[in-house]
């Protein structure tokens, strides 16, 4: 009876935040088609023509993810699968690799990545969160190692482990949240997915948009145009949102501002960090697979970067 | 029976074309040209077998219909799949690449560049085993362009496929490929054949991604 109850205020709170995004969603989609009908003396206008397409993207992400979280465990499983196959893709096209590493590489997309998930689903918490730091991290410089090819080996081997880290053992910690239970309570940790993504990635945007009204300090000026101003509006913004997204959470009003204000900050390290790997690399974006804004990469990397800190800290205090 | 095969040949054609979008999400820089219905001889680098595949995969439908890779009858004769594969699905000019036959491949190139089909071709003749990023033009290329000069040679450098598919292995990684065009090559007045070969290597290799580049001097800077 009483997991009956739950289930449904867990569903029913799921159903009214996909609602609030659509309908956030609809405002960014009529305000560009306000902008655009009205710059028609002007047309094609990139700034507006980049926003739209963005704004388009987001609908595609957000009916996906919803979609997904409405539908259960399996769904959003899958759909980090694919995610992560997508990352590690973008991620291993850049690094350095010899033929010697052909067969670990075919080992970490076809037999790492999926075993990842498998853990994941069957909720052995012992195992996926070691498995790629220890055992993939172990076994696959042996694989590489044993077609005796030494040229630029460790930096072959590293690259490799830093692409499996990043795109599966990372991202996945973001599907993981869903092992946790609270107070007895579990099928409400799916809510914390959707509060997850929603801080990172709204912080993200009013970083984006403050940075650009009143940035002025660069934080790493070789690498990023962020500022410490976007920076400081953006975590401030992603603390107000956790305020407001609390009822989602079991983290209380001011938990809530606390987990949401630090997974906004390290993701946005995060972006620094990936910012980084992309200039040392040559290239701006990741891949050209979503439209408007790069890679999965791209979309993902502060979504990355928060996702273990945050499953850890909420298994630690929250947890049961 | 000729319908039906021609159905397979579309089913099959689509099937690699979603299976190369998958794995190696490939994708089409128009550099140098527009993707518009136009005849021209894409030629290509060529490093692996699934090359010639890929450069199909990204040309829109309406140039996928009028494009014909020029491929060795060897290899796409030697069973019935390829038999089926080779001249059906990607409706390919077969050449014999063996001297003893009497059967000039420049012939039956320019028979269907006369068709007014465009053409794949990979003028290395064989695939680049080595770390150079391509090894010395055969004639065709330039022999194609003297007879039609009217036609676009169009470089065209594909990304990745050697670490993708290397010779040798079976399972083929799915890195992301990118499939490059260039400006168009032309063979100018009086010139030689080993200049325009030249010319026309240099403006393939041109086309290579700063990060296929080898580093040199990364690390003592």
Known sequence: MNSTVNMTSATSDLLLLFFGVIAILMALTILGEVLRARQRIEPNNPVLETYMTRVHSWWGIVL???????????A?????????FAALREFLTLTTKAQADHKSLALAFFAVLPLQYLFIWMDWEGLFTVFIPVYAFLLLPIVSALRGDANRYLIRVAETQWALMISVFCLSHVPALMTLSFNGIDDRSVLLIGFLVLVVQFGDLLEYFFGRRIGKTKIAPGLSPKTWEGLACGVGSAILIGALLNWITPFGVFGAMAMAGIASLVGMFGNLVFAAIKRDRGVKDWSH???GQGGFVDQLDSVIFAAPIFYHLTRYFWGS | MKLLRSFAAKVVGHTLRLFARFITAVRADWQGIEPVPRQRVYYANHTSNGDMPMIWAVLPPALRRTVRPVAAADYWLANPVRAFVGPEVFNCVLVDRRPEVNDKPMDKILEALDEGSSLIIFPEGNRNMTDDPLLPFKAGLYNMGLARPEIDLVPTWVANLNTIMPKGEVIPLP????????APVHVRDGESKDDFLKRAATALSDLRPDVEQPKTAAVTS
Not at chain 1, 76 to 84: E, G, N
Not at chain 2, 175 to 182: A, D, E, K, P, Y
């Open chain 1, 64 to 74: 996906l993810v919803g979609v997904a979280l409405m539908t259960g465990r399996l």
């Open chain 1, 76 to 84: 959003v499983i899958i759909l980090f699968l694919f995610a992560s």
């Open chain 1, 289 to 291: 697979l979503i439209p």
């Open chain 2, 175 to 182: 890195l992301i490929c990118t499939v490059t065009f260039g």
